[in-house]
């Protein structure tokens, strides 16, 4: 490992929270000594180092993904272990957490430690795999959690993301099963029946515009009927999930002269 | 307006105007024994359907062969789209043959937009997805025009799917373009996502009652759309007999439309499902514009094509 000293860097917090903390400490350099903090304040020269200078930059630390696809094995096509490293990377990513909807999903200890060796072989970011829920993503019966949960990889985020897990026998049980090793799941949580298979937009005017088929949102508050009751706000009597159509202004047809449901 | 025709709203008031007048002399050439022009000679134009179409297609290309340019039909059955190419690689294999104009059928919406943006030819959309079908529009405004004369103040009222209809949006458009008020009417599972603000926005009216829209604002037109069965399955209806009982074209409403309105207009873009949304007697009666329709389609589409390949830079820019 080298040595690096940052110059003039200033941290984006530092110090005890406090109300009216502010957000940026106070300029600094800061020395590295191999992938550690070694010495801040202001540094004279320091002989035989890389400097940078971070003179009116911000220092951060390291973001996590917890939510990303790098599609190896099997869409390496589309993304690898390795490019989406380096994209991370250039993010200011130092974690990424890799999602099982590959092929062959990571359901099982070997596939994780696949993906954990290739992040590691990559060497750019920490690549820590995530575990399916469910074998091949397919809701219905266990992964082998523990097993992924004790291999090299120990695999503490479970997840069939977009699959999601939409029976609640599955889930509970998948729950429960992860309590001694204290694992998480992470549910994609929708209703993929909500919506047509062609779904690629959010519904609403612009979808109903381009002819795009949407995928329901929580309407407006304005307009779900429930949150109408609760703001007091009246129903026009329409409860479907297209919205009510405007009154004819030029005609007494519309929703309250016979058409609405 | 550029070089290409996607939507209707490309097309200002003195684009529509032009290429309808254009249209009215191309309609001349139907007429005539030899129904030739040599307008495109030279030009070759390739329909690119990916969707099945009877009339749109065999009108563009009798609208080409008229005019004179060499006319290709392709469809994606028996070329290489059924051996996996994409969509990309194919209009660049296209476009790479020189063409002119390729006009395209596709099942999604959007798609004739980013063709546009691939390929050097002009980009005419015959219907993408459930988005629009602009030559639709124009040969619909042709036939109300060429009936009614100026469409300012004119009701028109289209009734059916509006939710899977780009007839109807790219209708709405060249419509409000020329003045009509227009009026939708659907069950509230027809009606497209967001249509109180789209309504509002563009100023036409909605509703989900056909006879009070037919008692209270008698149109000049009644614009019926083709209710695919399937829909039926999807759970947007339940029965076609109660479709027909709320928004069909009854014996008897045509009745009650032909008392208030007797020159009203009714229109179908085909093709006809008889007895769901249009009765018999509606679709054959002396009111019944929809082969006008159709033979209005070749003269629009040779307008277009005219307007887009050969047209002068006139102030509305569509030219080529």
Known sequence: ?261 | MTRHLISSADLTRDDVEAILETAASMHDVQRREVKKVPTLRGRTIINFFFEDSTRTRSSFEIAGKWMSADTINLSAKGSSTSKGESLRDSVATINAMAVDALVIRHNQSGACRQVAGWVGASVINAGDGTHEHPTQALLDAYTMRANLGDLTGRHVVIVGDLAHSRVFRSNVLTLATLGARVTVVAPPTLMPAGIAAWSAADGFATSWDLDAVLADDPPDVLMMLRVQRERMSGGYFPTPREYTIGYGLTRPRLAALLAARPEALIMHPGPMNRGLEISAEAADSPNSVILDQVSAGVAVRMAVLYHLLVGEATSGGYAA
Not at chain 1, 40 to 68: I, K, N, Q, S, Y
Not at chain 1, 190 to 216: F, K, T, V, Y
């Open chain 1, 1 to 261: 490992m080298t040595t690096l000293l940052i110059r003039g860097a200033t941290p984006f917090w530092s110090g005890e929270p406090t109300a009216d903390t502010t957000v940026c400490g106070q300029a600094t350099d800061i020395l590295i000594r191999d992938g550690l903090i070694a010495e801040t304040g202001t540094l004279g020269d320091v002989r035989g180092v890389e400097v940078l200078d971070a003179d009116g930059l911000l220092l951060l630390p390291g973001f996590v993904d917890l939510h990303a696809h790098l599609r190896q094995p099997g869409r390496e096509d589309a993304e690898t272990i390795a490019s989406g490293s380096a994209a991370a990377a250039v993010g200011g990513f130092t974690a990424i957490l890799a999602m099982a909807n590959t092929t062959p999903p990571t359901d099982t200890a070997e596939n994780a430690e696949y993906v954990l060796d290739e992040g590691r072989r990559v060497g750019l970011v920490d690549v820590q795999p995530i575990g399916a829920v469910t074998k091949g993503l397919a809701g219905q019966e266990l992964a082998e959690l523990a097993l992924m949960a004790r291999s090299r990889a120990r695999v503490r985020v479970f997840s069939d993301d977009g699959h999601c897990v939409h029976d609640a026998r599955v889930m509970r049980r998948a729950l429960d099963y992860l309590r001694p090793f204290g694992g998480v799941i992470s549910q994609h949580a929708q209703d993929g029946d909500l919506a047509g298979p062609g779904a690629c937009a959010h519904e609403g005017e612009w979808s109903g515009r381009l002819g795009l088929p949407g995928w329901p949102t929580p309407r407006s508050r304005r307009s779900s009927p429930a949150m109408r009751s609760w703001r007091g706000i009246p129903d026009p009597g329409c409860t479907s999930p297209t919205s009510p159509p405007r009154r004819a202004s030029r005609s007494s047809a519309g929703p309250s002269s016979g058409g609405s449901p």
